[in-house]
């Protein structure tokens, strides 16, 4: 789920910047100290968006650095467990796919698929159901829910399954829905 979270910080300007424009110097600082970072409660911190407020400056003997008191909004990106997410297939593995979801890539296991047993083509990188003749490719989109969520520093895991009613291949969802219609 996507957030644009409002934040405040002290940002420390060093003396060499001080002709620059204090705005513009603040985002750089602010992007380098926010952009890319994983925090447990917001998640991935994808953007500094916008500078709300810039506080008077103080200096501290001995730095000669300015330290201001800073507003500033963050666009984040944080899966919830259970979440119905899209996103496509960006690679094909024996053990599974991995789907883009926002900024993070997730794991569906052939075990979460489909109900089917799912053999691996090395040569194509596909995954096909024994049965149904179901195949899924890199570049496919999907609809899966997330049922594992770790972290562990800068790292974020997230498992998913497909073998939920309207989950799965966008196609296989609207054969789905065709059949039920038809009953």
């Not at 562990?152 to 059949?179: A, D, H, N």
């Amino acid at each position: 789920m996507y957030k644009l979270v409002k934040l405040e910080d002290i940002v420390r300007i060093p003396p060499n910047r001080f002709s620059e424009d204090q705005k513009e110097v603040v985002l750089d600082i602010l992007r380098e100290q926010y952009e890319g970072k994983w925090d447990k409660e917001l998640g991935m911190m994808l953007c500094v968006q916008n500078i709300l407020e810039i506080g008077e400056g103080r200096v501290i003997h001995g730095d000669g650095a300015s330290y201001n008191n800073v507003i500033f909004d963050v666009l984040t990106f944080l899966p919830k467990l259970h979440e119905i997410i899209e996103g496509h297939v960006v690679e094909i593995v024996e053990f599974g796919v991995f789907v883009r979801i926002g900024p993070v890539d997730a794991l569906s296991h052939v075990s979460q698929i489909t109900n089917d047993y799912i053999s691996y083509d090395k040569k194509q990188h596909t995954l096909t159901g024994k049965e149904t003749k179901q195949m899924i490719k890199e570049g496919d989109y999907v609809r899966a829910r997330i049922v594992t969520l770790g972290t562990k520093e800068e790292v974020v895991k997230v498992g998913l399954t497909m073998r939920q009613p309207y989950l799965g291949k966008f196609e296989w969802i609207s054969e789905e829905k065709q059949k039920e219609e038809k009953k």
